[in-house]
């Protein structure tokens, strides 16, 4: 077998991870992926404004969630230590969230921000504040402000709609919000604002964005309902909130990473259990499939809500396809691998129809076309996607992460394929959602 020399160092105030093989290595064996962080990010929310006791079982220990955790403590939800075994969340009720006495820190998390807003915006008389780190401060927020706005809620924000915000809470009135963007964050802040709204609130969407809160709401006693042909969700304020017992399947967004290195990489065979493969999520099963990638999905299961399966991966040669229109919410973050693995095609990929990965953590289109370019593959960049021209051999380079989780997993796949030394500047980025890629990675490659 091939060995590889993976080392993660410090550089300033960063991360640098080297990564070097001979030949590419083959990966395999079982593993599990950590914690779903769209599912962590909603139990840790629900069970702080439900009453009562909400257990967490798999929770990410990511730096997202963690800002979900703190924010929600700082506003008197009693959160247990964080752990992935077991967190107990003792929920305060709806509309009781204290004032904070200070600012509220989302960190790097658009999750956090986006959500909690709809939160804050309709807990009467209560002021908040709320920031992020560099890259979340120059995220849009006018896509949430501007529905909470209508349906009265009082905002301030930077010029152009960015964070730091501050939000006077108040009563707010129920609006019918034809969402022009699929996304979840925006649906679900909404529906958060509508819990607490007299009357009926309705988001629709031009196509279906992943589905958790939804699934979540109702587990926890919220009045919802779902009109699948049109894309619409309607909550009706004024249900009790309980705590329940919220079981997190690993996320498939980390399972992604290993599913293109198992596909690119010779001779190998993965197992990845417990991974969530809730329809809203699994666009990424679909554009590998029709790659002719050999992945198969085992021991499917529905738990606390959600569906669960192992999923088998097996080396395979990839060819290239067309991706675009409604499986594009469904893929929304794994489209960074994607283009990995569209490197290793044969044939010529086209992403279209996802202009929004430019509002990501990074603009996640220029920075992969730029840093998979650097490594010597054929990247072209569209206003909304990608155009990617398969089957060139990718060389060891010096690339970074623009501070991008996603991306840093994503080179540091590419770079097993490539020939020398890759060296990932800002490869902690990882931790935001996969505190334990390097391990895994090096252990996978031993
Ligand atoms: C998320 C929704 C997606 C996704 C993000 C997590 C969520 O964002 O990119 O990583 O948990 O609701 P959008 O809904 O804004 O596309």
Known sequence: MASSTITLQPAQNHQTLTICSDSAPAIRGEIRVPGDKSISHRALMLGAIAEGETQIAGLLLGEDPLSTAACFRAMGAVISELNSQQVTVRGIGLGQLQEPVTVLDAGNSGTTMRLMLGLLASQPRRFFTVTGDASLRSRPMKRVIQPLQQMGAEIWCRSGGYAPLAV???????????????????KSCILLAGLLTAGSTTVTEPALSRDHSERMLRAFGADLTTDPETYSVTVTGGATLRGQRVIVPGDISSAAFWLVAGAILPDSELLIQNVGVNPTRTGILEALALME???TLENHRLVTGEPVADLRVRSSSLKACEIAGDLIPRLIDEIPILAVAATQATGKTVIRDAAELRVKESDRLAVMAKQLNRMGAQVNELPDGLEIIGGTALQGAEVDSDTDHRIAMSLAIAALKASGSTVIGRAEAAAVSYPDFVTTLQQLCQ
């Open 168 to 186: 006077q809470g108040k009563a707010l009135k129920p609006i019918h919000f034809q969402s022009p963007i699929a996304s979840a964050q925006v």
């Open 293 to 295: 990638a050999d992945i």
